[in-house]
């Protein structure tokens, strides 16, 4: 009797339930997953998550197996767990393709990982006090104050480990238009974006100490994760269809399309023929 073990084309399976995906992940991934984690029981714990993430949103399994594993696989590569719960890494529905999507405190573990001392992200508040100028932040908020008003806007500051520190602060208008801007899934039932989502503003959070990357050195897994992070763009879609375009532009292609034209050219010069020849034989009878 034979024990061995059966790999999964992923082009060609279908991932029906959890346990479909489940199978798929152990049999073809396991290996790379605790590679990645570099912890046994962290994998398999990872997995448990992901089960876990995708029996909360069955729309998951609507999307193609490539975009669903793709989307989990990233997640493990920046070792990062799926939760709503701790907020570090989503995968989000959109149409038919299931999105990566980097939460707040991924992004705050990376930050962490990558040396920086500490890490202080707010939300601004019409009735705060708040301050900021030549790169100072002064904000006294009444925490405990009900009536606070709306939120106008965010801001971090990132104590880095060699010293120093690096702020960003941006206005409600700068946050959502980035948002609206560049996520496909802004407006999804299920987008962090979706203030029932995300009543205490992570988003916005997150957006702020994305901006704020650029000023700090660079890290190469924490621009890894944003770069992932950003294929839920609508700029990665167009960079995604532009490059289609130029492949049909190349060289081989322009040529291919130059022979079908001179082939139809022909055929119609041909029946153009047979037709005059046909109309000449009855002008003769």
Wanted: aromatic residues 8%.
């Amino acid at each position: 009797m034979s024990t061995e073990v059966k790999v999964f084309d992923i082009d060609r399976i279908a991932i029906r339930d959890t346990k479909d995906l489940k199978q798929v992940l152990a049999v073809n991934y396991q290996k790379q997953i605790n590679n990645y984690f570099g912890d046994e029981k962290k994998a398999l714990k990872f997995l448990s998550s992901v089960v876990s993430s995708v029996q909360r949103n069955q729309s998951l399994l609507k999307c193609t197996p490539v975009s669903l594993i793709n989307s989990f696989m990233t997640m493990a590569q920046l070792e990062l767990m799926p939760s709503d719960v701790s907020g570090e890494a989503y995968v989000i529905p959109y149409k038919n393709e299931a999105q990566f999507q980097l939460g707040y405190q991924g992004l705050v573990t990376l930050f962490y990982r990558a040396g920086v001392r500490s890490i202080v992200a707010e939300i601004v508040y019409d009735k705060d006090q708040f301050e900021y100028k030549n790169g100072e932040i002064n904000h006294s908020p009444d925490i405990f104050s009900d009536i606070r008003g709306n939120a106008k806007g965010a801001y971090v500051i990132v104590e880095l480990q060699a010293g120093g520190k690096v702020s960003k602060v941006m206005s409600k208008k700068e946050i959502m238009h980035i948002g609206q801007k560049f996520s496909k899934s802004f407006k999804s039932d299920y987008s962090p974006w979706n203030e029932k989502n995300d009543p205490q503003l992570w988003m916005w959070k997150k957006t702020v100490l994305k901006q704020a990357a650029k000023l700090i050195p660079k890290n190469e897994t924490i621009f890894k994760a944003i770069d992932a992070d950003n294929q839920d763009s609508v700029i990665a879609g167009r960079l995604e269809n532009a490059n289609k375009e130029s492949k049909s532009m190349t060289m081989g292609n322009l040529i291919k399309d130059d022979e079908n034209e001179n082939k139809d050219a022909d055929k119609k010069d041909e029946k153009k023929i047979g037709d005059d020849k046909t109309g000449s034989t009855k002008s003769n009878e």
